[in-house]
C-alpha cells in the first residue's frame, strides 16, 4: 500500500479522497491555485504546494507541475479525483513516466472511451446497444446536414471530447440546424480542445440510468447496480439515486452485463461508470463511459457498503478483487442532492461570501462538502457546494428524509439552487418515481422566494438586533436607561427586504420583549444561542433560525427551508426620491456573470423583435445568450467580440420601438 499519495484536485472531491486516505493510514499530500490558499482541502493535507494562478490552465491542469509537486512532497500515487486531469491520458502516461502511480485506469482505456464517437464503436462491439446516430470522420456540414435528415427530428449535436453538457444542443427542425452546430462546436473548442461532434437520435421522455463498475489488473470485473441520475438541468444531473426506480432485477442484471462487457472491451482497470438511456419500453442504449470516479458515486457506497475511494485506491495498488459478482448485494435506497451556487430559475453560476454554511445532521445523512463558512465561490471552478446524501430502508422513506434535511440546509450570503432540489423533492412525480430527463422542462416548478418575510424571521431579527448589535446590547444592557424599564418608552427598529420597509417596535417584558409591527404583536425571547443560530420562543412555542451578516453588514436569515436579506433601510433624499420617479428610454442588458463575449450577433443601430439573440457570453465554459426583452433598437454595443466583462457590464444598450 502507499505511504503517501497527492490529490490533483480541488474542493469537495479532495476533501473525499484525503479522508480516505486518512482511514488507510496513507498521508495525502495537496496541490493549490493562489485563490485556494486557505481552501479546506489545503488545510485538511498534510503538506500542500502551491502550482500557479488562479486560472485551471495555470493551475489544476498544468501536468508538470503537479507531478513536480508530487516528487518534491515524496508521494507515490496521484489521485486526480474527477474534473481537470482525471480522464487525461498524456498526464496517466507522464505519471508513470515520472515513477507515480495514476490512480484510474490505463491511458489506453481513458483514449479508448475518452472520445463518444471511438467509445460508442467499442460498445456496438461488444455487442452492448447503441442510439441510432452518425459518428463517422467526414465533419462537414453538408455531411452533418445529410446524416441530421436520415437519422430525423428531433436529435441531439454532441461534442465527441466531453460531457457535462458542454457542445451539446437539441435541434428540432432543420432550419435550427446550421446555428446550433455552429453553438455546439465553438462550444467543445472551447471546453475540451476539440470540435468534433456527433449525431444521435433524441428519445423522447428517457431515463438517464448508470452501472458503476469496479475492475482489477487480474481479470475480474463487477458492476456495483445502477444509479438513476434522469433530474438534469443543462444536461447536468443535480439529483441521483440508487436503486433506480425503473429497473427490475432482470434488467439491472442485463444492464450490467452490458457495462462489464464494455468494460472489458476497452482494457479498463478501476472504477468507472458506463451510461446508458432507458426508453419507456425498457430497452436501454449506451452513452458513454465515464474513466473516473462520479460526483454521485456516494449513492453507490451507501447501498453497498463498499468504499470506492479505497478501492480505487487498493486497485492502483495492485490490489485484487475479493468479492465476486454473485457476493454484491444492495440494501435500502440512497439519494444524492447536488448543492450549486446557482440561481434556481435560470441555473446561471453565482459567485461570492459564503456567510454561513451549516448542513443538516442526523441518521441517514451525510454530507460532503469542499467549502465551510467564510470560504469564497469564485468564477474559475466549478460552483458546487456540497453534496447531500440521504438513505433509509425504502425509496419512500429516503425521500421523505431528503425533504427533510434539504429544509434543514442553511446557506446564506450566496444564491443557491436550494429552491429547485425542495421543489423538485416536494412534487408528486418526484415522490412516485416517475423522472426522466425532462422532468424540469415538462413540469412547471415554483421556485421563487417568499415575496414577504414571515413574522418569525422579523422577530428574529429584532432580537438578534437587540442581542447581538453591539450599540444596541450596550444600551439596552444600562440598568438605568428608560428603554430597559418595564413600561420604558418602545425602541423603534426597522429593516428591509427588496424595496419594503419593515418597522417594529420593542419593548422590554417580563421575559423577554414585547414587539409590535403595527399589524401583529408578539412576545418573544432567545431561549438559546450559538454561532450562526439561535433558538427563538415566540409566544410559548420555538424556533431555530441560522443567521450571518454578509460582507455588506445585512442580516442573513434561514428558516424552514428559505433565506432572507434584510438590511437597515437607507433615509431618503431628493436625489434617490427623482431616480425613483420615472422609467427610461433605454435599457442595458447586463453580463449575469464574469466571461468573454464570443460573439455579437446584431449591429449598433439595428431594429431587433422580443426574443432575437443578441450576444453570446462564455463563462465557466458554457455559453449563455443574451436575448431582447422586447422590439426595440440597438443603441451601443460597448463590448466587442472577443472581450473580457465583469459581471453586471452593460453588453447592449435597447431602446423599446416606439
Given at each position: 500500500m502507499f505511504k503517501r499519495i497527492l490529490i490533483a484536485n480541488r474542493g469537495e472531491i479532495a476533501v473525499?479522497?484525503?479522508?480516505?486516505?486518512?482511514?488507510?493510514?496513507?498521508?495525502?499530500?495537496?496541490?493549490?491555485?493562489?485563490?485556494?490558499?486557505?481552501?479546506?482541502?489545503?488545510?485538511?493535507?498534510?503538506?500542500?504546494?502551491?502550482?500557479?494562478?488562479?486560472?485551471?490552465?495555470?493551475?489544476?491542469?498544468?501536468?508538470?507541475?503537479?507531478?513536480?509537486?508530487?516528487?518534491?512532497?515524496?508521494?507515490?500515487a496521484i489521485h486526480p479525483g474527477y474534473g481537470f486531469l482525471s480522464e487525461n491520458a498524456a498526464f496517466a502516461r507522464a505519471c508513470a513516466a515520472a515513477?507515480?502511480?495514476?490512480?484510474?485506469?490505463?491511458?489506453?482505456?481513458?483514449?479508448?472511451?475518452?472520445?463518444?464517437?471511438?467509445?460508442?464503436?467499442?460498445?456496438?462491439?461488444?455487442?452492448?446497444?447503441?442510439?441510432?446516430?452518425?459518428?463517422?470522420?467526414?465533419?462537414?456540414?453538408?455531411?452533418?446536414?445529410?446524416?441530421?435528415?436520415?437519422?430525423?427530428?428531433?436529435?441531439?449535436?454532441?461534442?465527441?471530447?466531453?460531457?457535462?453538457?458542454?457542445?451539446?444542443?437539441?435541434?428540432?427542425?432543420?432550419?435550427?440546424f446550421a446555428a446550433a452546430l455552429e453553438g455546439a462546436r465553438r462550444e467543445a473548442r472551447a471546453a475540451f480542445g476539440d470540435d468534433t461532434v456527433?449525431?444521435?437520435?433524441?428519445?423522447?421522455?428517457?431515463?438517464?440510468?448508470?452501472?458503476?463498475?469496479?475492475?482489477?489488473?487480474?481479470?475480474?470485473?463487477?458492476?456495483?447496480?445502477?444509479?438513476?441520475?434522469?433530474i438534469q438541468r443543462r444536461h447536468q444531473k443535480i439529483l441521483e439515486e440508487s436503486p433506480s426506480p425503473a429497473l427490475s432485477p432482470a434488467l439491472r442484471a442485463r444492464m450490467g452485463e452490458a457495462a462489464v462487457r464494455a468494460a472489458r472491451a476497452a482494457?479498463?482497470?478501476?472504477?468507472?461508470?458506463?451510461?446508458?438511456?432507458?426508453?419507456?419500453?425498457?430497452?436501454?442504449?449506451?452513452?458513454?463511459m465515464n474513466t473516473r470516479l462520479q460526483v454521485e458515486h456516494p449513492v453507490t457506497e451507501q447501498v453497498t457498503g463498499l468504499d470506492l475511494v479505497r478501492w480505487q485506491i487498493a486497485i492502483a495498488a495492485g490490489g485484487r478483487l475479493p468479492f465476486s459478482q454473485q457476493?454484491?448485494?444492495?440494501?435500502?435506497?440512497?439519494?444524492e442532492a447536488r448543492l450549486y451556487a446557482e440561481d434556481p430559475v435560470t441555473y446561471l453560476p453565482a459567485v461570492g461570501h459564503l456567510a454561513l454554511l451549516d448542513p443538516p445532521l442526523g441518521p441517514?445523512?451525510?454530507?460532503?462538502?469542499?467549502?465551510?463558512?467564510?470560504?469564497?465561490?469564485?468564477?474559475?471552478?466549478?460552483?458546487?457546494?456540497?453534496?447531500?446524501?440521504?438513505?433509509?430502508?425504502?425509496?419512500?422513506a429516503a425521500v421523505d428524509r431528503l425533504r427533510r434535511a434539504l429544509d434543514d440546509f442553511a446557506v446564506l450570503g450566496l444564491t443557491t439552487n436550494l429552491p429547485l432540489l425542495r421543489a423538485i423533492a416536494a412534487h408528486p412525480a418526484y415522490a412516485s418515481g416517475d423522472t426522466h430527463t425532462g422532468f424540469l422542462t415538462e413540469h412547471a416548478l415554483d421556485v421563487t422566494a417568499p415575496a414577504t418575510p414571515p413574522g418569525e424571521v422579523l422577530v428574529a431579527a429584532a432580537l438578534a438586533e437587540l442581542q447581538f448589535t453591539p450599540e444596541r446590547r450596550s444600551r439596552e444592557s444600562d440598568p438605568f436607561a428608560e428603554r430597559w424599564r418595564l413600561g420604558g418608552g418602545a425602541l423603534p427598529l426597522s429593516f428591509a427586504n427588496g424595496s419594503t420597509t419593515y418597522r417594529i417596535s420593542a419593548r422590554r417584558g417580563n421575559d423577554g420583549w414585547l414587539l409590535d409591527s403595527g399589524e401583529e404583536r408578539w412576545s418573544a425571547r432567545i431561549a438559546a444561542s450559538g454561532p450562526g443560530e439561535l433558538t427563538l420562543e415566540l409566544d410559548g412555542r420555538r424556533e431555530r433560525m441560522r443567521l450571518a451578516r454578509d460582507l455588506e453588514g445585512a442580516l442573513l436569515l434561514a428558516w424552514r427551508g428559505a433565506s432572507y436579506r434584510l438590511t437597515r433601510p437607507a433615509p431618503l433624499n431628493a436625489d434617490s426620491a427623482a431616480r425613483t420617479g420615472g422609467g427610461h428610454d433605454a435599457a442595458s442588458l447586463t453580463a449575469?456573470?464574469?466571461?468573454?463575449?464570443?460573439?455579437?450577433?446584431?449591429?449598433?443601430?439595428?431594429?431587433?423583435?422580443?426574443?432575437?439573440?443578441l450576444v453570446v457570453l462564455e463563462a465557466m465554459k458554457m455559453e449563455h445568450?443574451?436575448?431582447?426583452?422586447?422590439?426595440?433598437?440597438?443603441?451601443?454595443?460597448?463590448?466587442?467580440?472577443?472581450?473580457s466583462v465583469a459581471g453586471g457590464a452593460a453588453l447592449v444598450d435597447l431602446a423599446p420601438v416606439e
Amino acid at each position: 500500500m502507499f505511504k503517501r499519495i497527492l490529490i490533483a484536485n480541488r474542493g469537495e472531491i479532495a476533501v473525499r479522497v484525503i479522508r480516505a486516505c486518512r482511514e488507510l493510514g496513507i498521508s495525502p499530500v495537496a496541490v493549490y491555485s493562489e485563490v485556494d490558499a486557505g481552501a479546506l482541502h489545503v488545510r485538511l493535507a498534510d503538506a500542500a504546494l502551491l502550482i500557479g494562478p488562479a486560472p485551471a490552465t495555470q493551475s489544476y491542469l498544468r501536468s508538470a507541475a503537479i507531478i513536480a509537486a508530487a516528487r518534491e512532497l515524496g508521494a507515490e500515487a496521484i489521485h486526480p479525483g474527477y474534473g481537470f486531469l482525471s480522464e487525461n491520458a498524456a498526464f496517466a502516461r507522464a505519471c508513470a513516466a515520472a515513477g507515480l502511480v495514476f490512480i484510474g485506469p490505463p491511458p489506453e482505456a481513458i483514449e479508448a472511451m475518452g472520445g463518444k464517437i471511438g467509445a460508442r464503436r467499442i460498445a456496438q462491439e461488444a455487442g452492448v446497444p447503441v442510439v441510432p446516430g452518425y459518428d463517422g470522420a467526414d465533419q462537414r456540414d453538408a455531411r452533418l446536414l445529410a446524416e441530421a435528415e436520415r437519422i430525423g427530428y428531433p436529435l441531439l449535436i454532441k461534442a465527441s471530447a466531453g460531457g457535462g453538457g458542454k457542445g451539446m444542443r437539441v435541434v428540432n427542425d432543420p432550419a435550427e440546424f446550421a446555428a446550433a452546430l455552429e453553438g455546439a462546436r465553438r462550444e467543445a473548442r472551447a471546453a475540451f480542445g476539440d470540435d468534433t461532434v456527433f449525431l444521435e437520435r433524441l428519445l423522447l421522455r428517457p431515463r438517464h440510468v448508470e452501472i458503476q463498475v469496479l475492475a482489477d489488473s487480474h481479470g475480474n470485473v463487477i458492476h456495483l447496480g445502477e444509479r438513476e441520475c434522469s433530474i438534469q438541468r443543462r444536461h447536468q444531473k443535480i439529483l441521483e439515486e440508487s436503486p433506480s426506480p425503473a429497473l427490475s432485477p432482470a434488467l439491472r442484471a442485463r444492464m450490467g452485463e452490458a457495462a462489464v462487457r464494455a468494460a472489458r472491451a476497452a482494457g479498463y482497470v478501476n472504477a468507472g461508470t458506463v451510461e446508458f438511456m432507458l426508453d419507456a419500453a425498457g430497452q436501454f442504449y449506451f452513452l458513454e463511459m465515464n474513466t473516473r470516479l462520479q460526483v454521485e458515486h456516494p449513492v453507490t457506497e451507501q447501498v453497498t457498503g463498499l468504499d470506492l475511494v479505497r478501492w480505487q485506491i487498493a486497485i492502483a495498488a495492485g490490489g485484487r478483487l475479493p468479492f465476486s459478482q454473485q457476493e454484491i448485494s444492495f440494501r435500502g435506497h440512497a439519494i444524492e442532492a447536488r448543492l450549486y451556487a446557482e440561481d434556481p430559475v435560470t441555473y446561471l453560476p453565482a459567485v461570492g461570501h459564503l456567510a454561513l454554511l451549516d448542513p443538516p445532521l442526523g441518521p441517514g445523512v451525510r454530507v460532503d462538502a469542499g467549502l465551510t463558512t467564510g470560504d469564497e465561490v469564485t468564477v474559475h471552478y466549478d460552483p458546487m457546494i456540497a453534496k447531500l446524501v440521504v438513505s433509509a430502508e425504502s425509496r419512500a422513506a429516503a425521500v421523505d428524509r431528503l425533504r427533510r434535511a434539504l429544509d434543514d440546509f442553511a446557506v446564506l450570503g450566496l444564491t443557491t439552487n436550494l429552491p429547485l432540489l425542495r421543489a423538485i423533492a416536494a412534487h408528486p412525480a418526484y415522490a412516485s418515481g416517475d423522472t426522466h430527463t425532462g422532468f424540469l422542462t415538462e413540469h412547471a416548478l415554483d421556485v421563487t422566494a417568499p415575496a414577504t418575510p414571515p413574522g418569525e424571521v422579523l422577530v428574529a431579527a429584532a432580537l438578534a438586533e437587540l442581542q447581538f448589535t453591539p450599540e444596541r446590547r450596550s444600551r439596552e444592557s444600562d440598568p438605568f436607561a428608560e428603554r430597559w424599564r418595564l413600561g420604558g418608552g418602545a425602541l423603534p427598529l426597522s429593516f428591509a427586504n427588496g424595496s419594503t420597509t419593515y418597522r417594529i417596535s420593542a419593548r422590554r417584558g417580563n421575559d423577554g420583549w414585547l414587539l409590535d409591527s403595527g399589524e401583529e404583536r408578539w412576545s418573544a425571547r432567545i431561549a438559546a444561542s450559538g454561532p450562526g443560530e439561535l433558538t427563538l420562543e415566540l409566544d410559548g412555542r420555538r424556533e431555530r433560525m441560522r443567521l450571518a451578516r454578509d460582507l455588506e453588514g445585512a442580516l442573513l436569515l434561514a428558516w424552514r427551508g428559505a433565506s432572507y436579506r434584510l438590511t437597515r433601510p437607507a433615509p431618503l433624499n431628493a436625489d434617490s426620491a427623482a431616480r425613483t420617479g420615472g422609467g427610461h428610454d433605454a435599457a442595458s442588458l447586463t453580463a449575469p456573470m464574469p466571461g468573454t463575449l464570443v460573439k455579437v450577433l446584431v449591429s449598433e443601430g439595428e431594429t431587433v423583435r422580443e426574443g432575437q439573440a443578441l450576444v453570446v457570453l462564455e463563462a465557466m465554459k458554457m455559453e449563455h445568450t443574451v436575448v431582447a426583452p422586447y422590439a426595440g433598437v440597438v443603441r451601443r454595443l460597448p463590448y466587442g467580440q472577443g472581450a473580457s466583462v465583469a459581471g453586471g457590464a452593460a453588453l447592449v444598450d435597447l431602446a423599446p420601438v416606439e
